[in-house]
C-alpha cells in the first residue's frame, strides 16, 4: 500500500473528524450569512440565526442550495470574499445560456490542489512522478486542478490538455509519463491510438490513470486497465464545489474517500430532501466547509450515490461515495463536458426558432457523439441545398458556443419530433455503460 | 417564367411514396422532377401541372413547401441543342444553380428546366439567342400520354 500525502487528516479517528467538521461549519454558516446576501435571506427566511448552529448536527436545519441559485446569482452574486482576495475563476455549463461561475482564494486552490494530491499519492503516485494532464486547460476545471495537484505533490505536471492524441502517444512514450489524468473516453482514445500507432503498451512507463469527469463504468475499467496495461482509478470531483479531487478512488478500487474535512457529504432522498442513512443511495449533498470564496451549504449535485464510513484497507478513515449512478436532472455528459438539454432550447430559441428537438447521444469507438435534431423551419426553406446546409452551420456555431462541444446538426421534417404532452423526450442515450 | 414546388424530405424510407400519394390523392399531375440529396436530407423539386392545389396539399401534411421562379427550356434535341443555352446564359455572367431534364411529347424538341441567378436577365438573353421557353400555361396544357386530363 503507498503511503498518505496528509496521514492526520486523511486517517483521523470518526469523533476527531466529526469535531473539526462541527467547527468549521459553525464559522462557514456566519460567513456566509455575513456576506451572501442570497444566504441571509434564505436563512432569514427559514427563521435559522447563524448562532443557531452548533455542530454538524444541526447542519440538516439549512435549506439547500441549488444550481439554479448560481444563475439567478450569475456571475459572482454568492462569492462570499471581496475580489481583493479571489485569485481564481472557473466556470462549467449551465442549465441555460449562462455558465456557472465559480471563484477561488488562494487559500481555496491550496486545498483544492492538496486534495488532488491527497488522491495521487493513494494511487501510488510520488515527487518523482510525471504527471500527464490531458484533462482540457481552461475555465473547466479538468486541467488546472490535477495540474495544481501533482505540483502541490512535487510531482511533475506535463500539462498536455485534450487533443493531438499522436502527441498525447508520442509525450508518454518519450518523457515517460507514469500517470495519465483525462476522461474516461479520452483515454480509451488514447489507448486505440497507443494501439493503431503499432506500439505494445507493456513498452510504456505509464501505470496509472485517475479518469473522472464523466460517468464510467466497472466494465470500462477492464477495458482501460487491458488496452493502456495500467491501473484505472475514478476521481470525483464538481466546480462548484472545488474540481476534481473533491473524492479521489485509492489504490483499493472500493469507492472514492472523499475530502470531508473540506467538503462534508449527505445522502439525501431528492423527493422529500430527508437525509438517507449510510449504504443507501440518494443524491449527493455537498457543504464546503473550509472554503472562503464560494463557500456552498447543502449544494445539490444531482448524482446519486451512497457512502460507507468503514475503515478502508488502504488505512484512510475519509467516507467513501460509490460511483455515481445517474442522476437525479437531464443533465449528459458528453465527452466530459455538461450538457443541459435547456441548453439547446436556449440556443434555439435565440435563433427565433421553434425549440422542437431531439438529442441523440451514441458512443462511436469510444467517444462520445452528439446529434441534435431539429425542425426544418418551413419559412426559412427554400429550393436550395446551400441555404439548408447554411442554417446547420448556424444552428451548429450557436450550440458549440453555448455547450462548448461540437454537435452535428440535423434538419428533420416539421412537427416530426415528439410534442410535449407533459414530459416530451428530448435525449436518446445510445450510449451502453 | 414556371413555377417549381420543393418540398424539403428527410432521408428515410418511404418518404418520397409518402409524397408522390399527396400528390395522387389530390389530383395534382407531375411534370418534371428532381432531387438534390445530402446524406440526411433530399430538396424534392418539382414541376406539376396545379402548383397552388399542390402546395396546399403538402402544407396540410405539415411539410415544409417553397415555391420558386425557375426557366422552362425548350432546345433541339440534337448534340449542341442545351450548350447553345447554357452558352448564351454563361457568356452574359448568368449562373446556373441546377438544371433537370423535363418529359416532353413535342417531337424534337427538349426541355430543361433552369435555376438561375437572374430570371429576367436570363429570359431576355435566351429570347434574344431564338431559344424557347415554356409559360405557365403551356405546362398546365400539356397533356398526358393518352391526351386526356386526369
Avoid at chain 1, 77 to 86: D, Q, R
Avoid at chain 1, 164 to 187: E, F, H, M, W
Avoid at chain 1, 355 to 376: A, C
Wanted: proline share 4%; net charge negative.
Amino acid at each position: 500500500m503507498s503511503g498518505f500525502y496528509d496521514e492526520k487528516w486523511e486517517c483521523m479517528s470518526r469523533d476527531e473528524m466529526t469535531e473539526v467538521q462541527s467547527r468549521r461549519l459553525v464559522k462557514m454558516v456566519e460567513r456566509c450569512y455575513n456576506n451572501v446576501p442570497l444566504y441571509k435571506e434564505r436563512l432569514d427566511k427559514a427563521g435559522i440565526q447563524p448562532g443557531d448552529i452548533k455542530s454538524i448536527e444541526d447542519l440538516g436545519k439549512l435549506p439547500f442550495t441549488y444550481k439554479s441559485d448560481l444563475r439567478d446569482t450569475y456571475p459572482f452574486g454568492m462569492f462570499a470574499v471581496p475580489k481583493e482576495e479571489l485569485i481564481r475563476i472557473h466556470a462549467s455549463s449551465g442549465t441555460t445560456g449562462k455558465q456557472t461561475v465559480v471563484g477561488y482564494t488562494g487559500h481555496d486552490i491550496d486545498i483544492w490542489a492538496q486534495s488532488c494530491a491527497r488522491g495521487l499519492v493513494s494511487i501510488g503516485g510520488s515527487r518523482s512522478d510525471y504527471v500527464h494532464v490531458s484533462y482540457g486547460y481552461g475555465l473547466f476545471t479538468g486541467g488546472l486542478g490535477l495540474h495544481y495537484g501533482a505540483e502541490k505533490l512535487g510531482a511533475t505536471a506535463i500539462p498536455v490538455s485534450s487533443g493531438n492524441t499522436k502527441r498525447q502517444v508520442q509525450i508518454l512514450q518519450d518523457y515517460g509519463s507514469d500517470i495519465i489524468c483525462c476522461t474516461p473516453s479520452y483515454a480509451m482514445f488514447i489507448g486505440e491510438t497507443v494501439r493503431d500507432m503499432g506500439i505494445d503498451p507493456k513498452t510504456l512507463k505509464l501505470r496509472a490513470g485517475y479518469f473522472g469527469a464523466e460517468a464510467w463504468t466497472e466494465n470500462m475499467r477492464r477495458e482501460l486497465e487491458k488496452i493502456l496495461d495500467i491501473k484505472a482509478y475514478d476521481i470525483y470531483g464538481l466546480s462548484e464545489i472545488a474540481g476534481p479531487g473533491v473524492a479521489f478512488e485509492c489504490e483499493c478500487q472500493t469507492g472514492m474517500h472523499i475530502n470531508e474535512d473540506w467538503f462534508y457529504p449527505e445522502i439525501i432522498d431528492p423527493e422529500t430532501g430527508e437525509v438517507l442513512p449510510d449504504g443507501e443511495y440518494g443524491e449527493l449533498v455537498f457543504t464546503c466547509i473550509g472554503k472562503e470564496a464560494l463557500p456552498l451549504i447543502r449544494y445539490r449535485t444531482r448524482d446519486i450515490s451512497c457512502l460507507t464510513r468503514e475503515k478502508c484497507e488502504c488505512g484512510r478513515t475519509l467516507v467513501k461515495m460509490a460511483k455515481p449512478k445517474g442522476r437525479t436532472d437531464d443533465m449528459l455528459i458528453i465527452r466530459g463536458i455538461n450538457v443541459f438539454p435547456s441548453q439547446v432550447e436556449h440556443v434555439l430559441l435565440s435563433l427565433k426558432m421553434d425549440p422542437n428537438y431531439l438529442i441523440v447521444v451514441d458512443r462511436v469507438g469510444n467517444l462520445d457523439t452528439m446529434e441534435v435534431q431539429v425542425e426544418m423551419p418551413p419559412e426559412d426553406f427554400s429550393d436550395t441545398v446551400r441555404n439548408l446546409e447554411s442554417l446547420e452551420h448556424k444552428i451548429a456555431s450557436a450550440l458549440q458556443s453555448t455547450l462548448n462541444i461540437s454537435a452535428k446538426v440535423r434538419l428533420v421534417e416539421p412537427k416530426s419530433l415528439p410534442r410535449s404532452e407533459g414530459k416530451a423526450v428530448r435525449v436518446i442515450d445510445k450510449r451502453k455503460l | 417564367m414556371i413555377q417549381q414546388i420543393s418540398v424539403f424530405i428527410e432521408n428515410k424510407k418511404g418518404r418520397l411514396a409518402f409524397i408522390t400519394e399527396v400528390l395522387a390523392k389530390a389530383g395534382v399531375d407531375i411534370r418534371a422532377m428532381s432531387v438534390a440529396d445530402t446524406s440526411d436530407f433530399g430538396i424534392l423539386r418539382l414541376i406539376v401541372d396545379n402548383p397552388d392545389k399542390a402546395v396546399e396539399a403538402f402544407r396540410n401534411e405539415n411539410m415544409a413547401v417553397s415555391l420558386t421562379d425557375v426557366l422552362a427550356v425548350g432546345v433541339n434535341d440534337t448534340p449542341g441543342g442545351l450548350a447553345a443555352a447554357t452558352n448564351a446564359l454563361w457568356s452574359n455572367g448568368i449562373s446556373v444553380e441546377y438544371a433537370y431534364a423535363f418529359i416532353s411529347q413535342k417531337d424534337g424538341t427538349a426541355f430543361v428546366i433552369l435555376r438561375v441567378d437572374d430570371n429576367d436577365k436570363a429570359v431576355k438573353v435566351l429570347k434574344d439567342n431564338g431559344i424557347i421557353l415554356l409559360t405557365e400555361e403551356e405546362i398546365m396544357a400539356m397533356s398526358n400520354p393518352q391526351g386526356q386530363q386526369p
